[in-house]
């Protein structure tokens, strides 16, 4: 179970079309703060389920975020239809399922079996030079 899940149910109960709600009411729903970047970022608010988990929550409840003003702690969650492409986002982005980048990289360095990882790759790593006239 999310931190937000709350929120989810909280959303998926309610009939209206158009909820206005401050950060601390959404505190109370959640039965936890929110984290600093709630109310430093704006994007921290995104309807973006493949990189926020608490976007997860109210997208999943047929909601989305907008109006969003950081300087008096309000936001307004709208019901909107969610499309087949966001649904996708959404079953792919459970926590448990590795992020979409992960092995990205995979393949592209190689590392020759004579290289020992634990010697430092500097010879003169550590070795005091100060008053040696060598610096």
Known sequence: ??????????????????????????????????????????????????????????????YITERVDMKDETLVFRREEILPSQKKDMQTSAPDAPHPLFGLMKGLITIPDDLDLTKPADPEWGKNTYGSGKE
Not at 3 to 25: A, D, G, S, V
């Open 1 to 62: 179970m999310s931190k937000y899940t709350p929120i989810e149910q909280h959303l998926k109960y309610t009939k209206k079309e158009i909820l206005r709600m401050t950060f601390n009411e959404v505190e109370t729903i959640i039965n936890d703060k929110l984290p600093k970047s709630a109310r430093k970022f704006r994007a921290w608010w995104s309807n973006d389920a493949s990189t926020h988990t608490q976007a997860l929550a109210w997208l999943k409840a047929g």
